[in-house]
C-alpha cells in the first residue's frame, strides 16, 4: 500500500480531452547568428532599406517608418524608409537589404509583384486583416532577393511589419512596460513563407476606464491639456495606440470619466482612423459622443420621452461628426450618468434604436450592414432584451461579465446566427459593487481562458473589449487577452495558459527567466482568486486564523512568492530589471505587503487574546508594513526618473463599503499592555482558542496515520509578559517526537514564542484509538497538560481513493478515480488546484445523464448526519434556458440534483453573488443524511459546460469553519 499525495498532472493529464502542445507556440520567422540562412536583413552597419508606395496608406507609411526605427534599437543603426513606386523601385537595386511592405490593392510596389508573378497573395488578398511575410528571389532585374510583408488591408499590413518588430525583438510592451529591446548583431529572415490571420475575434480592444486617480494623474504630467482640461490628447492616444495595433487589436473605447475623446484634441480622430483603430465609445454613450458632452453640448434633458428633438439632435452630431472614420457605434441608451432610466421601457428603447439606425444609414450613405454596430448587454439592459426586445439583426449584441470576470451569457437560439453578432464586454478593472479593484492586477489568467474560451466557442466572436482601468498594472492580463482574441485556436488546451506565460514571459525578460516567471505568476494568480485586496478589509478575516492554519500558510505562499520573484529579478540584466519589476515584482511585493497587513492583524488578534507578547511584534510588523506599501509606491513613482508618477496613487486599503477610501488607513492593532507576571509561559495548541494558563488541559487535534500530509501538528510555547522563563515538553509514550522539545524562552524579543511539531511514529503506534499526554513544565513550577489524541485505523489493503481524518474527507475536483475522459482539467484554476469542467461545446444535460465523475473515499466515523460541500467557480448562468446545475450520488444510492445559483429576470445579479464572487466560489453544501464507516462512491455529474468544479468535502462530523475549505486528504493509489 504505497501513500501518495498525488501531484495535480499525475492523475489530470491523463483525462486531458485536448492533446498536442499546450500552447501553439510561433515559429521563428528569423534567427540571428553570425552564419544565417535565408535572406540577410541586418548585420553590423547594416539596417534594411524599408520600400513602401507612395500611394499606399498613411498608415502603412507610419508604420514603415516604426519599422526602420525598431531596426535601429535592435541593430544600433537604424533602417531607412524609402518611399518609391513600382517604376523607381524596379529600377533600383541597393547594397543593402530591401524590405517592401504594402498593402494589397493599395500598393503599386506590391501590387506589381502579383502582377509580375513575383509574389502569390492568393493566401492573403480579400481578407479581414491578414499579411503574408516572404523572401522572394529575383524579383526584379539584377536584385538577387527581398523580404515582402504584404497585408491584405490597413491593419493586415500593420500587423505584418509590428510581428517583425517583435520578432527580432521589440516588445509590444517597448513603452507602457519598459521592456527594453533585444540587441543583436545579425538578423536573418527565413525563406518559409509565413501568414498570420484572419483573426479569432473580429474587433478585439481596450477600454481606458477607472481613469483616475491613476491615468489621469499621470496624464496631466506628461502631456499637455487641452482647452477642456483633459490630458488625453493625440500624444497620448498615439502610445495607446501603438501598443493596441502592436498587440493585434483594432478597437478602442477611450477614457471618458472626465475627457471627450474627438474634442479633447481633433487630431484624436482622424489618427485613430489613419493608424487604423476603431473608436467606439462606452456602454451608456451611444452615436460616439461622449458622456461630458451631453453637460455642455445637450440643448434639455437626457431624456428620450421628453426631450426627444434634443437628444436626437445631440446624437445625429455625433453620427456626422466621426462619418469619415472608423467607428463602431454604440447603440441604445442609458439614464443620465450611467444609470438605469426608469422612462425607458423596452418599446421606448426599440424606438431609440430605430432612430439611430436609421440616422447612421442616412449620415454615413451605407447599408446597416457595413455599419459596424453594438449594443451593450451591461447591468439592467440584458434584462430589456431578456423580456423579448426586438432589435435588428445588424446590431452586434454585446454581451457583458459581472464586473467580477464571470460572463452573463453565451448566445443561445437566434442569437448565434444573427448577422451582427455577438460580442463580449470583459472586466479586468471595475468601480462598484460589491467593491472596486483598480489598484493593481488581481486578475487570473486561468478564468479569463476558461471564461473567454466558452464566450468564443459559443459563438461571441465580433466584438471582444477589456476594461483595462489605468492599463498601467494590467499588462499582462492585457496581453493575454489580446493573444486569444487574435487566435483562439493556439489556446485550445487547458494547459494553455501556463505555457503562453512561459512564451510571453521569455520575450519580454529572455529566456532564463521565462520558466520561473510563469509559475510566478502563475501562483500570483491563484492567491488573487482566493480574495482581491480591496475585499481583504471585511471582518471577521475571511481566512481563518485558527482552522486549518489558513490565514498563516496562506500568508507564506506570499513570502515565499516574494522570495522567488526576487530571486529571479536579482539575475536579470539592469535594464531588464525594471520592466521585470512593473510587470512582475511590484505586484507580488505590494501584493504581499497588503495581504501582511491584514493577516497579521487577523493573526495578532489571536495572539493578544492568548495575552503573547509577540502579539506587539505583530502590531508592530502592520505598521511597518503599512509603511512598506508608501515606499513601494514610491519606488514605482521614481522609477525612470519618474515616468511612471501617480500610477500607484490609487487608495487601497481600508475599503469599508463598495467605493474606496479617501485615503489608506490602517486595521486596528490588538496589542498586550496589561501585565501578568504571576502567569509567564503560555501554551497553546493548533485550531484551539483556549490557551494554558486559563485551562490546563488542552487537546490538539487527533494525529492519525491518514493526516493530509500538508498539516502539521503543533504546540507552541510562549512568553505573556516580559521576563525569562525555561520549559520541558514531555510525552508518556515513547512514539510520540516533539521538536523543540526544551528550550529557554525570553521577552521581549525575537523567540519570545516557540513551536514544537509533534509527529508520531507509525511503526510503532498502537492499533486503533490512543492518545498520548505531553507535560509542558515551565522553569515557575506551571505546568500544562496536552492531549494527543491517535488515530491509527487500516484500511482495506485494495482500497484506492481519499481517506478519511479528523472527521473529514477533502477531495481535489482532478483527483477522481474514474470517469474523466468527457471532462476537462483546467491546470491551476480558481483558488487551490485546479478545476474540471465539460467542454465549452457540451450540451446542457439532464440530471443524473451525461457523464459522471467517480471519487472514491474511505470513512473511519458513523455518522448519521454527514454532508457534503461542493467548491465551485463563481460562475454565473450563462445559459438562462439552461442554469448551472450537478447531480450526485452517494455509493449508487438516491440522486440529488442542485442548482447553485438562481434564474432572474437578466436585469441583476443573482442572490448570493456578491458572496461568491468575494470569496471567488460558490460553497453548496447538501445533507447525506447516514453514511456508515467504510469505503464509498460518490458519483458527480456536472450538468453544463458553463460552470467549473474546483473541490468536494465530505464531513462526517470534523469539518472546520474556513475560507477554502480543510487542505486535501492523503490519497491511497
Ligand atoms: C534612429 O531613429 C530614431 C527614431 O526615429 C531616432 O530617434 C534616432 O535618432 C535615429 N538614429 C540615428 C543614428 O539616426
Ligand atoms: C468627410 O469627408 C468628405 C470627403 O472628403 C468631406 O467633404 C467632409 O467634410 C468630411 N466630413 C467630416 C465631418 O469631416
Ligand atoms: C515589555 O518591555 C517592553 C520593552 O522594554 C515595554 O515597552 C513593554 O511595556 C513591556 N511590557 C509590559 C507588559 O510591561
Avoid at 510581428?163 to 510592451?173: K, L, M, N, R
Avoid at 451608456?284 to 455642455?296: F, G, I, L, V, W
Amino acid at each position: 500500500m504505497a501513500f501518495v499525495r498525488l501531484l495535480s498532472l499525475a492523475i489530470g493529464t491523463l483525462y486531458f480531452s485536448g492533446s498536442g502542445a499546450a500552447y501553439k507556440k510561433k515559429p521563428s520567422a528569423f534567427t540571428f547568428s553570425a552564419e544565417g540562412t535565408g535572406y540577410q536583413l541586418g548585420g553590423p552597419h547594416i539596417a534594411p532599406e524599408i520600400r513602401v508606395a507612395p500611394d499606399d496608406l498613411p498608415g502603412v507609411i507610419r508604420v514603415a517608418n516604426d519599422l526602420a526605427a525598431d531596426f535601429g534599437k535592435v541593430l544600433g543603426v537604424n533602417g531607412t524608409v524609402v518611399t518609391a513606386d513600382w517604376k523607381t523601385s524596379s529600377q533600383k537595386t541597393s547594397s543593402r537589404p530591401i524590405i517592401v511592405i504594402g498593402t494589397i490593392g493599395q500598393s503599386s510596389l506590391v501590387d506589381n509583384l502579383v502582377t509580375s508573378a513575383k509574389l502569390d497573395v492568393a493566401a492573403v488578398a480579400k481578407k479581414w486583416e491578414t499579411y503574408s511575410q516572404q523572401v522572394l528571389q529575383a524579383p526584379w532585374a539584377g536584385q538577387d532577393s527581398v523580404f515582402v510583408i504584404a497585408g491584405s488591408d490597413l491593419r493586415g499590413t500593420v500587423f505584418g511589419a509590428y510581428e517583425v518588430s517583435e520578432q527580432i525583438g521589440v516588445s509590444p510592451w517597448h513603452y507602457w512596460a519598459d521592456v527594453p529591446p533585444t540587441k543583436r548583431q545579425y538578423i536573418w529572415a527565413s525563406s518559409t513563407v509565413r501568414t498570420e490571420g484572419p483573426p479569432s475575434v473580429k474587433y478585439r480592444g481596450i477600454f481606458l476606464n477607472d481613469e483616475a486617480p491613476a491615468l489621469t494623474g499621470w496624464g496631466h504630467a506628461n502631456f499637455k491639456d487641452s482647452q477642456y482640461g483633459s490630458a488625453f490628447v493625440s500624444d497620448f492616444y498615439k502610445r495607446i495606440f501603438d501598443l493596441v495595433l502592436r498587440l493585434k487589436g483594432n478597437y478602442v473605447w477611450p477614457a471618458m470619466w472626465s475627457s471627450m475623446f474627438y474634442l479633447d484634441d481633433p487630431k484624436n480622430g482622424p489618427m485613430a482612423t489613419e493608424y487604423g483603430i476603431f473608436m467606439g465609445t462606452s456602454h451608456h454613450e451611444p452615436m460616439a459622443r461622449a458622456d461630458k458632452e451631453q453637460s455642455r453640448f445637450l440643448k434639455g434633458s437626457w431624456d428620450w420621452k421628453g426631450n426627444r428633438a434634443g437628444v436626437q439632435s445631440f446624437m445625429q452630431e455625433g453620427a456626422t461628426r466621426s462619418k469619415n472614420w472608423s467607428t463602431i457605434y454604440t447603440l441604445g441608451m442609458r439614464g443620465s450618468g450611467d444609470a438605469a432610466s426608469a422612462t425607458l421601457t423596452s418599446s421606448a428603447l426599440e424606438e431609440v434604436i430605430k432612430w439611430q439606425q436609421a440616422t447612421l444609414t442616412k449620415t454615413l450613405g451605407k447599408p446597416l450592414s457595413e455599419i459596424p454596430q453594438a449594443w451593450v448587454m451591461y447591468k439592467e439592459v440584458p434584462g430589456y432584451w431578456q423580456k423579448g426586445m426586438d432589435v435588428s439583426d445588424d446590431v452586434t449584441l454585446l454581451w457583458s461579465d459581472d464586473n467580477r470576470g464571470n460572463i452573463r451569457r453565451i448566445p443561445i437560439g437566434k442569437e448565434i446566427n444573427r448577422s451582427g453578432g455577438t460580442g463580449m464586454y470583459y472586466h479586468f478593472d471595475y468601480v462598484g459593487d460589491p467593491r472596486n479593484y483598480k489598484w493593481i492586477n488581481t486578475i487570473q489568467l486561468q478564468k479569463t481562458w476558461e471564461q473567454m474560451s466558452l464566450a468564443y466557442d459559443r459563438g461571441v466572436d465580433k466584438i471582444w473589449i477589456a476594461n483595462v482601468g489605468d492599463l498601467k498594472a494590467l499588462e499582462l492580463p492585457t496581453a493575454h487577452f489580446m493573444a486569444l482574441a487574435w487566435d483562439r485556436a493556439s489556446f485550445d488546451d487547458p494547459g494553455s495558459t501556463t505555457e503562453w506565460l512561459k512564451d510571453w514571459s521569455a520575450r519580454q525578460f529572455g529566456d532564463d527567466a521565462a520558466d520561473s516567471t510563469a509559475s510566478i505568476m502563475t501562483i500570483y494568480g491563484k492567491l488573487l482568486s482566493r480574495m482581491k485586496y480591496e475585499d481583504l478589509s471585511r471582518t471577521p478575516f475571511a481566512f481563518s486564523a485558527v482552522n486549518y492554519d489558513e490565514a498563516e500558510l496562506n500568508y507564506k505562499e506570499w513570502t515565499d512568492l516574494v522570495a522567488s520573484a526576487q530571486a529571479v529579478y536579482e539575475k536579470l540584466p539592469s535594464a531588464t530589471q525594471i520592466s521585470f519589476f512593473e510587470v512582475v515584482l511590484h505586484p507580488v511585493l505590494a501584493g504581499k505587503t497588503v495581504y501582511e497587513i491584514y493577516t497579521k492583524t487577523a493573526l495578532g488578534g489571536k495572539l493578544a487574546n492568548e495575552h503573547r507578547v509577540s502579539a506587539n511584534q505583530f502590531a508592530r510588523d502592520v505598521q511597518t508594513a503599512f509603511q512598506t506599501d508608501k515606499d513601494i509606491a514610491k519606488r514605482f513613482h521614481t522609477l525612470l526618473n519618474g515616468k511612471w508618477n501617480h500610477f500607484m496613487d490609487q487608495t487601497h486599503i481600508g475599503y469599508n463599503n463598495w467605493q474606496e477610501p479617501s485615503s489608506n488607513s490602517i486595521p486596528k492593532q490588538t496589542t498586550v499592555t496589561s501585565s501578568v507576571k504571576n502567569a509567564l509561559m503560555g501554551v497553546s495548541v493548533q485550531y484551539g482558542t483556549s490557551f494554558f494558563p486559563t485551562t490546563a488541559k488542552l487537546t490538539l487535534p487527533a494525529l492519525s496515520r491518514f493526516t493530509a500530509p500538508s498539516e502539521q501538528r503543533w504546540l507552541d510555547v510562549y512568553a505573556r509578559d516580559n521576563g525569562t522563563f525555561s520549559y520541558t515538553i514531555t510525552s508518556d509514550t515513547p512514539y510520540v517526537k516533539i521538536t523543540n522539545a526544551k528550550s529557554t524562552i525570553t521577552a521581549p524579543g525575537a523567540g519570545s514564542d516557540i513551536r514544537s511539531i509533534v509527529t508520531v511514529d507509525w511503526t510503532a503506534a498502537p492499533a486503533g484509538s490512543s492518545s498520548a499526554t505531553l507535560t509542558v513544565a515551565g522553569s515557575a513550577s506551571a505546568t500544562a497538560t496536552v492531549i494527543l489524541p491517535i488515530e491509527n485505523p487500516t484500511v482495506p489493503a485494495d482500497f484506492k481513493g481519499h481517506i478519511e481524518a479528523s472527521g473529514a474527507v477533502s477531495l481535489e475536483a482532478e483527483h477522481f478515480v474514474a470517469g474523466g475522459n468527457e471532462y476537462v482539467v483546467v491546470p491551476d484554476y480558481g483558488r487551490t488546484l485546479s478545476g474540471v469542467k465539460l467542454p465549452t461545446k457540451s450540451v446542457s444535460y439532464a440530471p443524473g445523464k451525461g457523464p459522471a465523475l467517480t471519487y472514491s473515499f474511505y470513512t473511519f466515523t458513523a455518522t448519521s448526519s454527514a454532508s457534503l460541500t461542493f467548491y465551485l467557480s463563481p460562475s454565473e448562468n450563462a445559459n438562462p434556458t439552461s442554469p448551472n446545475r450537478y447531480t450526485f450520488a452517494v455509493d449508487g444510492g438516491a440522486q440529488t440534483t442542485v442548482q447553485p445559483v438562481p434564474l432572474n429576470d437578466g436585469s441583476s445579479q443573482p442572490a448570493g453573488w456578491s458572496d461568491a464572487v468575494v470569496k471567488g466560489s460558490y460553497v453548496k453544501s447538501a445533507s447525506l443524511g447516514k453514511l456508515a464507516a467504510g469505503k464509498h462512491e460518490l458519483k458527480v455529474w456536472l450538468l453544463e459546460p458553463t460552470m467549473v468544479l474546483t473541490k468536494l468535502v465530505v464531513d462526517v462530523g470534523g469539518v472546520k469553519t474556513s475560507l477554502m475549505g480543510p487542505p486535501e486528504s492523503m490519497i491511497i493509489s
